[in-house]
């Protein structure tokens, strides 16, 4: 399994934009699907994007959708989630997750169970 570190969260007014990293260790980073999930304060966590082993096809919740940006540079072990006119409702801990399956193996795109997860990092977005 790989291991997952977060890193990029912080403050931003709304509008703002905020580029979260997603650093991975281990040789096998191109074989897993990757993906970001926020959780907001009394609130389950929820899927937010998800991209494929070659970075070739992506999945955005509508929430979304537009303003947020998943890639990933497997020679850096690395994905990224850009984040563009951020509002309030995005404020959250965000976790990146790993998964040996392919994209679309689940229904909808997000899975009941992943192979690993970072320890998150938080976003706030001020009004």
């Known amino acids: 399994q790989v291991q997952l570190v977060e890193s990029g969260g912080g403050l931003v007014q709304a509008g703002g934009s905020l580029r979260l990293s997603c650093a991975a260790s281990?040789?096998?980073?191109?074989?897993?699907?990757l993906g970001w999930f926020r959780q907001a304060p009394g609130k389950e966590r929820e899927f937010v994007a998800t991209?494929?082993?070659?970075?070739?096809?992506?999945y955005y919740a509508g929430s979304v959708e537009g303003r947020f940006t998943i890639s990933r540079d497997n020679a850096k072990n690395t994905a990224y989630l850009q984040m563009n006119s951020l509002k309030p409702e995005d404020t959250a801990v965000y976790y990146c997750?790993?998964?040996?399956?392919?994209?679309?193996?689940?229904?909808?795109?997000?899975?009941?169970?992943?192979?690993?997860w970072g320890q998150g990092t938080q976003v706030t977005v001020s009004s």
């Open positions: 991209i494929s082993r070659r970075g070739t096809s992506t």
């Open positions: 281990g040789r096998t980073f191109s074989s897993y699907t």
């Open positions: 997750n790993a998964d040996r399956r392919p994209l679309g193996s689940c229904p909808g795109y997000v899975c009941s169970q992943y192979d690993s």
